[in-house]
Structure formats: C-alpha cells, structure tokens
C-alpha cells in the first residue's frame, strides 16, 4: 500500500549521515524533511519526520515518535492501520536484509529490537486509541438505542394493526 512505497521511497532516496555530529559542527541540517528531500542524507529525526509527512500527505494517519534504541536517542514512526497501531523505522530499514523486519511491526516486535518510545509519544498514542475506542462504543450504545426503539415502534405498529383488524369486525 501507500505506506509501503513511502518507505521504500524513503530509504532508496536518502541515505543515513554517518558524520552528523561534524556535518551539524559546519552548520549542516541533518535533522529535517527539508534536508532529507534538498539534501537527501539525514539522521533517524530526518527519516522519521519525512516518512511521517509523507504518509500525512497521503492521508495517513502518522505520529512522530522519539525515544531509545540501542542504547542512543532515536526518533521513528507508528502508523495506523485498521484501528491498529504499528511501528515504522526507515532509519533501520535502509538495511535491505532488515527492511521488512522494521516495517509494520506490533509493539512486541519493536520492543524486542530495543525501541524504547519515550513518555510523550506513548500518552499521544494512548489517548488517541482510547478516544478511538470510546467513539466506537459510544456509536454501539447508539445503535443498540435505536434498535430498541424501532422494536418498540414495531411493537406498538403491530397492536395498531390487530386493532384495527379488531374494529372491522364491529
């Protein structure tokens, strides 16, 4: 799908800045969707935050995430799929023998490869799945009152009808 060809658009066209810590020391972006796309070399900020524009722009449903992995700060992206939410690193994806394995995966599978998300980004995801689950419930409540009322109303329409095949008779 969309988010698919996004990734492998991501981690074809941009390659990862190995010598960040001197490219930023002259004055170098290494860390923006503006430097991954004039630039096309960045660091997992300016993966993450082009991958993340991307999708928006193709009408997913992204969010930016920063945490640990490995032992360093990292910054990668969870996407919504179906209600569901999974993880997306094109950082570690430029690796073709790791691109799948870092593409849609569940939270036990990022946790196993060292993700750790940092605090923010777990609150924002969290609220946005419990808000997503109370809608959904709260339309079931909905339906499940309109339903009883039509049966009521289909109730009442049926003692309408036996009363007035009652009334022919007299």
């Known amino acids: 799908g969309k988010a698919l060809a996004i990734a492998r658009w ?3 066209n941009v390659e990862y800045s190995y010598d960040f810590e001197e490219r930023e020391a002259a004055g ?3 860390r923006t969707v503006y430097a ?4 096309r070399e960045v660091v997992c900020e300016g993966y993450a935050r082009l991958f993340d524009h991307m999708c928006k722009l193709s009408g997913l449903e ?3 995430v920063t945490g640990m992995a490995g032992g360093d700060n990292h910054a990668w992206n969870m996407i919504q799929i179906s209600n569901n939410w999974y993880h997306v ?7 073709p023998e790791l691109f799948y394995r870092n593409f849609m995966m569940p ?3 990022c946790f196993s490869h060292e993700h750790m998300i940092a605090l923010n980004s777990v609150l924002l995801i ?3 799945t419990i808000i997503a689950k109370f809608r959904k419930q709260h339309r079931l409540i909905c339906i499940s009152i309109i339903l009883n ?3 009521n109303l289909c109730r009442v329409f049926r003692m309408i009808q036996s009363t007035i095949k009652c009334l022919r008779f007299f």
């Open 10 to 12: 991501v981690t074809d």
């Open 107 to 109: 939270d036990a599978v």
């Open 28 to 30: 170098d972006d290494v």
């Open 36 to 39: 991954a796309l004039k630039n």
């Open 126 to 128: 969290r609220l946005d």
């Open 62 to 64: 992204t969010i930016y």
């Open 149 to 151: 009322q039509l049966m």
């Open 89 to 95: 690193d094109t950082t570690w994806m430029i690796s």
